[in-house]
């Protein structure tokens, strides 16, 4: 079965310094995975996915993750922290099946940027 | 940029009574989902939809549950008989190609 787990339920970060929020998958076949980021009463946001080349993938707002195969990872990352990017951040992996594709989320991880 | 928009934004009812949440997708997108977050707990699927049928449902999408494309613009979800384990974020979301796009939720809080 197809899974995601994000190990860390909050990470504080100083405003400023490089940042990391981890992700890892299970899945049979060649993954699909995508992040998203969800603000106070707000919507999920698509922030940027991973489906085929480069391992590093760039996103929206200057985010940035980058695909492990061996480790199984997807961590998404930042080279400098804002505090405007305090938010509620998803990893999620495409299951793929008859061609109507469900994402499967992990629990989410609270990022908190400190000024 | 295209957004999907979902009403109420808000939805408070008592158990037992039917509650039907709205949404409009993308205009040129052809498969719609529903999803839905339980407060505290994980993003789950509900449902599929393309082609104006159910492509796939989860264990949750049981018979209190419907969805449809009354017309070219909106999707909807109906709950027949809400129960209090039916309070949640409810999320629509639509694609074309591999990435879903999400309205901003509808809070559904049964009573």
């Known amino acids: 079965a197809q899974s995601v787990a994000q190990p860390e339920d909050q990470v504080n970060v100083a405003e400023g310094n490089p940042l990391t929020v981890k992700c890892t998958y299970s899945?049979?076949?060649?993954?699909?995975l995508f992040w998203y980021v969800q603000y106070p009463n707000r919507g999920l946001q698509f922030l940027l996915k991973?489906?085929?080349?480069?391992?590093l993938v760039k996103g929206s707002y200057g985010f940035e993750a980058e695909f492990n195969k061996s480790q199984t990872s997807f961590h998404l990352k930042k080279p400098s922290a804002l505090v405007s990017d305090s938010a509620l951040y998803f990893c999620a992996v495409l299951r793929q099946g008859g061609g109507y594709n469900k994402l499967i989320f992990g629990a989410g991880t609270r990022l908190a940027v400190h000024p | 940029e295209p957004e999907v928009t979902q009403t109420p934004s808000h939805q408070v009812t008592q158990m037992g009574q039917e509650v039907i949440l709205r949404c409009v997708p993308i205009s040129n997108h052809l498969y719609f989902y529903w999803y839905r977050q339980i407060l505290g707990q994980k993003v789950e699927f509900l449902v599929s939809?393309?082609?104006?049928?159910?492509?796939?449902k989860s264990e949750i999408f049981d018979d209190q549950f419907s969805v449809e494309r009354p017309d070219g613009s909106n999707f909807t979800l109906k709950i027949r008989s809400t129960k209090l384990e039916d309070s949640a974020m409810y999320f629509c979301?639509?694609?074309?190609?591999?990435?879903?796009?999400f309205g901003p939720g509808t809070r559904l809080t049964v009573l």
């Open positions: 979301a639509s694609r074309n190609t591999d990435t879903q796009y």
């Open positions: 939809f393309y082609n104006n049928e159910i492509s796939e």
């Open positions: 899945v049979s076949g060649n993954p699909y």
């Open positions: 991973y489906i085929t080349g480069d391992n």
